[in-house]
């Protein structure tokens, strides 16, 4: 795919199930955002004169995501679930589509939910999770 130039964040694509074929879009998601949790260790060697050195030796990234809870759909139901769900059972695949067409997959993300349907009388219930990553994720580069 030929991309360039600026995009609305809603061309962001996620997908979240128990393996890859069974992975769908997860309704009335509105906002996200990521972070990224690099360990940088820093030492400072005589023969540096005093200038610090430093090597990334380890990477972790939580998306966080919010929206409302969409009883009935698939995605919706499936991410809402883990909220009771510990151990292995909280892990998910989950694919985030960038705008581009580039990916990245995480086999095992921790689903962590954060936010279930609870909220003031008047509003619709929420639904907010942050997907962990648990080990190398694939990236797969826009074709």
């Known amino acids: 795919m030929s991309y360039s130039g600026v995009f609305p964040c809603s061309e962001n694509q996620?997908?979240?199930g128990a393996s890859k074929t069974d992975a769908t879009p997860i309704a009335d998601m509105e906002n996200f955002?990521?972070?990224f949790d690099d360990g940088v260790?820093?030492?400072t060697p005589y023969d540096a004169e005093?200038?610090?050195r430093a090597l990334k030796t380890?990477?972790?990234v939580t998306i966080s995501a919010s929206g409302k809870r969409n009883i009935g759909d698939t995605g919706n139901d499936f991410i809402a679930e883990k909220?009771?769900?510990n151990g292995r059972n909280a892990e998910a695949y989950f694919e985030w589509t960038f705008p581009d067409g580039a990916s990245v997959v995480f086999e095992n993300a921790v689903i962590n939910v954060t936010a279930l349907g609870a909220d003031d009388a008047t509003a619709v219930g929420p639904l907010e999770f942050e997907v962990m990553s648990n080990g190398k994720p694939t990236y797969t580069p826009a074709a």
Do not use: L, Q, T
């Open 14 to 16: 996620f997908k979240a």
């Open 33 to 35: 955002s990521v972070s």
């Open 41 to 43: 260790e820093e030492w």
């Open 50 to 52: 005093g200038w610090r």
């Open 58 to 60: 380890a990477k972790a």
């Open 83 to 85: 909220a009771f769900k």
